[in-house]
């Protein structure tokens, strides 16, 4: 199968590239016949403005009033911009709006082709334990270094740099070279990572949680006196403060399910809600000086076999005109406006997500959980209706944190968004490798646009820099993370493709993949060849 979907190039066995081979590649002129993405006339490409045009551009000594004094403003741009992570993805696709936007990536799936995208070239073998610890090693590494510092601007003004993880010592590291994170404090944002801290705050602002109490149980009688002294019922869910919700969520209907659970839960606060039938539905937002832009709502791709081998796990978000009703999504957007005042209350300002939970019986919309950072969902949130008709949402964060002063009706743009919100279509999904394999690849796919034909079989189009140019059902941008030369093993992350198009289907028996999203999967797959690695000898 694997013949039949891949490129030519690939077909034909080639030797595959070495780091090497990439950094002579960079330093050598394309010829004619390789394949470059159309670059278009986007804000990322547009020359460099020589000290001759200055007297051309208008700078604006008033605050920014509307969407096109937004738009010249970050068309214009001065500043250097980075985002800093593993992969460019969760904001791919901005550096078409943001001139001197650009991203600093661990895995580069172009190869050195996409003209924003920075990689080092010397990477050697390292397990990170998270996401914080690739984002600081990126910053302190010599050629991402010198990469900032041949950038700077003549002004001398700070790069900015914005991540999805980071720390303290984050924090520290910037500190030192020079560059500004503009991103909220990580203490306070690991204080607001706490589910606790989350009810209470949206509580104090009018942001209702599901029927809940917050309080300590050592055994599962004192369990049950905290839900029966609440009218809760028997079949609850309880929740740690800290970690992701697939680890910290326990179902706990019997005696059985405290016992199992247990060890996680005594000796940490807790809350305890009342189990409930619901729809989980994502919704990312900005807090800004003027209040709080609400971006569109999205569903979740979450335990699919086929994607992940976790339990539960997150796979993918989709967004299409069904996701709420008209009435769901006005009161949705209120309570989140309403998460904002409280985020305002305890200094936060800027980017973050909320999990909204909608009850299938009462229709009740209520607070999940609050994500104070850019998330998996912002992908999809900047290339919206509403994102091309004003700006994407992430703009808006970078207003609030460079140096300009503007003042915008964020009533008028979240009624115009909210009139938008069901124009378009739009999935992703995240491919992670599913089999209890360990494998060094020798094949992986390109980077790039891709169609399913008429027999269900992924083809390669053209390369690719992002999804803003899909416009068909069939299409697809896969963006490849492991490639080859790199190793696979169950969990990790293979690459992410995007769509537009639905990837569930609400059948009578529950949701479920598309018959297309399967194609798409089982194409992916097909790509990818290894050769096994033995397992280490026991000492």
Request: overall charge negative; proline content about 5%.
């Amino acid at each position: 199968m694997g013949k039949d979907v891949a490129a030519p190039e690939i077909r034909r066995k080639q030797r595959m590239p070495k780091p090497s081979d990439i950094a002579r590649w960079r330093a050598t002129p394309p010829s004619e016949d390789v394949p470059t993405a159309n670059v278009g006339t986007d804000a990322a490409y547009t020359t460099e403005i020589s000290e001759d045009s200055e007297a051309r551009i208008v700078k604006f000594t008033r605050p920014l009033k509307n969407m096109s004094e937004v738009r010249h403003f970050f068309r214009t741009n001065e500043t250097p911009i980075y985002f800093v992570g593993a992969t460019p993805f969760n904001l791919l696709g901005l550096d078409r709006w943001v001139r001197r936007f650009s991203y600093i990536s661990y895995y580069d799936g172009w190869d050195g082709a996409h003209p924003r995208v920075f990689s080092p070239t010397e990477k050697p073998y390292i397990e990170f334990e998270s996401g914080e610890a690739i984002n600081n090693w990126l910053l302190q590494n010599p050629e991402v270094r010198e990469h900032i510092d041949s950038r700077r601007p003549a002004s001398g003004e700070r790069p900015k740099i914005a991540m999805v993880f980071f720390d303290e010592e984050t924090e520290q590291i910037c500190e030192e070279l020079g560059y500004d994170l503009i991103l909220p404090p990580a203490e306070l944002r690991t204080h607001l990572d706490s589910k606790i801290v989350t009810t209470e705050l949206g509580n104090k602002a009018g942001a209702a949680s599901v029927p809940n109490v917050l309080g300590y149980a050592t055994n599962y009688a004192d369990l049950l006196e905290l839900a029966r002294s609440n009218r809760l019922g028997t079949d609850l869910v309880v929740q740690t403060p800290y970690g992701d919700s697939g680890k910290t969520t326990f179902f706990i209907a019997e005696e059985a399910d405290w016992d199992k659970n247990a060890a996680n839960m005594i000796g940490e606060q807790l809350k305890v809600m009342k189990r409930i039938n619901n729809v989980p539905v994502a919704v990312e937002a900005v807090l800004t000086r003027c209040g709080t832009v609400v971006g569109p709502f999205l569903t979740e791709l979450a335990g699919y076999d086929e994607l992940t081998p976790y339990k539960g796990g997150w796979c993918g978000n989709e967004m299409h005109p069904d996701v709420l009703t008209a009435s769901q999504r006005a009161r949705a957007i209120e309570l989140v406006r309403k998460v904002g005042s409280g985020l305002q209350d305890k200094g936060y300002r800027g980017f973050f997500e909320v999990d909204v939970l909608v009850d299938t019986d009462s229709d009740e919309v209520y607070l999940g959980e609050l994500n104070p950072r850019i998330s998996g969902a912002s992908a999809i949130t900047n290339v919206t209706a509403g994102a091309y008709a004003d700006v994407p949402l992430f703009l808006f964060h970078l207003l609030e944190f460079l140096d300009v002063d503007f003042e915008l009706d964020v009533d008028e743009i979240n009624e115009r968004w909210e009139a938008l919100s069901g124009a378009d279509i739009w999935s992703h999904m995240i491919i992670k490798e599913t089999d209890d394999i360990v494998e060094y690849l020798t094949h992986a796919p390109r980077t790039g646009q891709y169609v399913l034909d008429s027999s269900g079989k992924l083809q390669y189009v053209r390369a690719a820099l992002d999804w803003h140019q899909l416009q068909h059902h069939k299409e697809a941008f896969f963006l490849r993370i492991y490639g080859a030369e790199d190793y696979r093993w169950k969990g990790a992350d293979l690459g992410v493709l995007v769509t537009k198009a639905k990837l569930q289907y609400e059948g009578r028996k529950g949701t479920r993949l598309s018959i297309d999203a399967k194609h798409f999967i089982s194409s992916v797959r097909s790509l990818y060849k290894g050769i096994p690695v033995p397992p280490a000898a026991a000492e």
